[in-house]
């Protein structure tokens, strides 16, 4: 049963406009969040993070929502860039224990079309 | 530039063969990890290692093994490779435990 689960695996979004990304988990004891893009042929390459004691981390046209009675987490890019084009994926780690797991969504195909 | 090198970049495999994929980072990292990603089902950990000369499982260990004996690298090695070890492997580091984890650009296998 996956722990991490994204429910769109693709998203067609116009350049300019927002791209909201989505994420559900069900294990409690998270409490790291994070968000990888990755574009084809490289490794994922880290976006941005929240802890479970925040509801919103901003950084840039990136900002991460977390909402922890509802177990989903959420990444919106705005305004979107063509370059923005690639999969995304979210994780989530429950820091205290051993080996700082990372549990990983299946990913969300971003295609921003100019 | 620092960061995470991985061969090779792609390699095919004959099915009973072993093969060691290699991963080597400069950052002084203590933490190092092992991930494959298989369509739709994300990055899954295979091992870890919370700093030198330590190790630990993961989610899907099994028919893998690595070692530490040094900061800077950390192999894995399938001892009798099977087609279902066909599979994009990325290596991971982070400053320590807990930290957000920073992957090399990944090892394309495929075993026949």
């Known amino acids: 049963d996956q722990q991490v689960k994204q429910n769109s695996p693709s998203l067609s979004v116009q350049e300019g406009r927002i791209s909201i990304l989505n994420c559900d988990y069900t294990?409690?004891?998270?409490?790291?969040f994070l968000w990888y893009k990755k574009y084809p042929a490289e490794g994922p390459t880290f976006l941005i993070s929240?802890?479970?004691?925040?509801d919103k981390n901003e950084d840039g046209r990136f900002t991460v929502f977390l909402n922890k009675s509802a177990k989903h987490l959420s990444l919106h890019i705005v305004p979107s860039q063509p370059g923005d084009s690639a999969v995304y994926f979210c994780?989530?780690?429950?820091?205290?224990?051993?080996?700082?797991?990372?549990?990983f969504g299946g990913g969300t195909r971003l295609m921003v079309k100019p | 530039i620092a960061g995470i090198t991985q061969a090779p970049t792609s390699q095919i495999l004959a099915a009973g063969r072993r093969m060691t994929l290699r991963c080597t980072q400069d950052?002084?990292?203590?933490?190092m990890y092992w991930y494959r990603q298989d369509l739709g089902l994300g990055l899954r950990l295979i091992h870890y290692?919370?700093?030198?000369?330590?190790?630990g499982k993961g989610e899907v260990p099994d028919g893998y093994s690595v070692s530490r004996a040094n900061t800077d690298d950390f192999p894995l090695t399938l001892a009798s490779a099977v087609p279902s070890q066909t599979s994009v492997y990325f290596c991971?580091?982070?400053?320590?435990?807990?930290?957000?984890?920073?992957f090399g650009p990944g090892t394309r296998l495929l075993v026949l």
């Open positions: 294990n409690s004891m998270f409490d790291y």
């Open positions: 991971a580091s982070s400053a320590s435990r807990g930290e957000t984890q920073y």
């Open positions: 290692s919370n700093t030198a000369g330590t190790t």
């Open positions: 994780a989530a780690s429950a820091r205290r224990n051993a080996g700082n797991m990372l549990t």
């Open positions: 929240i802890s479970s004691i925040k």
């Open positions: 950052m002084r990292h203590n933490a």
